[in-house]
C-alpha cells in the first residue's frame, strides 16, 4: 500500500531565506506528484503538478523535483516571504487515479 | 480555470440527521472524490467517481454514501450523522487520471 512521508512536520524560517520542503513515497509506480498550499480553515490550492516522465517543475519561486526511482519529491521555495505561511502537501496519484497524501509541513515565514 | 464549489463552508446537525454535502465543478471532469481531514490523520480518501452513476470506495466509506447522478455534480451522504463524522470535508475533480486534482474550499462539519 503506498504511504506517502513529509519530512519535517513544521519549519520556521526568517523572511528571505530558500527553503527545501521533502516528500517520499513508498510505490514508484505513479501517474504523478502533486504539490498543494492550504491555509487554515481552506480549501487546497495546486501549486505544481509533476507527471510520471518529468523531473521537474517550476512556477514563479517554487521549483518542484521527481525522483521516482527513488521515492521522493522536493519542493523548493526560492527568497520566501510571510505570505508563504501555510501547510504544504505532498500528494501521488496510484492506478486508480485517486491521490494519497502526506501529513503536511507547516510552514511558518517570520517577518 | 476549473471551478470546485462546495455548497456549504460551515455546518452544524444534529446526532441522527441526514446530512447532505454538494459539490459541483463547471469543466467537464470525469473524475470526482470526497476526503475528509482530520488532525493528525491527513487527508482520507471517502468515495470516488469516474463517471455518471458510477461509484467507487476508497478508505473509509463506512457511514458514508455518494450519489452522482450528473456529471458535474457529485453528492456525499451522512445517512446518520454521528459526533465522529464532525470533520472538514473536501471535494475535488480532475479530467483524467494523468491530471491533477482540484479541490473546493471544503465544508466544515459539526455534528452535535
Known amino acids: 500500500k503506498q504511504e506517502v512521508t513529509q519530512i519535517p512536520a513544521a519549519l520556521s524560517v526568517p523572511e528571505g531565506e530558500n527553503l527545501v520542503l521533502n516528500c517520499s513515497f513508498t510505490?514508484?509506480?505513479?501517474?504523478?506528484l502533486q504539490w498543494f498550499r492550504q491555509d487554515p480553515g481552506k480549501g487546497l490550492t495546486s501549486l505544481l503538478l509533476i507527471q510520471s516522465s518529468q523531473r521537474e517543475q517550476t512556477s514563479g519561486r517554487l521549483n518542484a523535483s521527481l525522483d521516482k526511482s527513488s521515492g521522493r519529491s522536493t519542493l523548493y521555495i526560492a527568497a520566501s516571504q510571510p505570505g508563504d505561511s501555510a501547510t504544504y502537501l505532498c500528494a501521488v496519484a496510484g492506478s486508480q487515479g485517486n491521490l494519497i497524501f502526506g501529513k503536511g509541513t507547516k510552514l511558518s515565514v517570520k517577518p | 480555470d476549473v471551478k470546485v464549489t462546495q455548497s456549504s463552508r460551515y455546518l452544524v446537525k444534529r446526532t441522527g440527521e441526514k446530512v447532505f454535502l454538494e459539490c459541483v465543478q463547471d469543466?467537464?471532469?470525469?473524475?470526482m472524490f470526497w476526503y475528509r481531514q482530520d488532525p493528525g490523520l491527513g487527508l482520507r480518501l471517502i468515495y470516488f467517481?469516474?463517471?455518471?452513476?458510477?461509484?467507487e470506495k476508497g478508505d473509509i466509506p463506512e457511514g458514508y454514501s455518494v450519489s452522482r447522478e450528473k456529471k458535474e455534480r457529485f453528492s456525499l451522504i451522512l445517512e446518520s450523522a454521528s459526533t465522529n463524522q464532525t470533520s472538514m470535508y473536501l471535494c475535488?475533480?480532475?479530467?483524467?487520471?494523468?491530471?491533477?486534482?482540484?479541490f473546493g474550499s471544503g465544508t466544515r462539519l459539526t455534528v452535535v
Open positions: 510505490d514508484s509506480a505513479i501517474y504523478n
Open positions: 475535488a475533480s480532475s479530467l483524467i487520471d494523468n491530471y491533477g486534482y482540484t
Open positions: 469543466m467537464d471532469h470525469e473524475n
Open positions: 467517481s469516474y463517471d455518471v452513476k458510477m461509484k
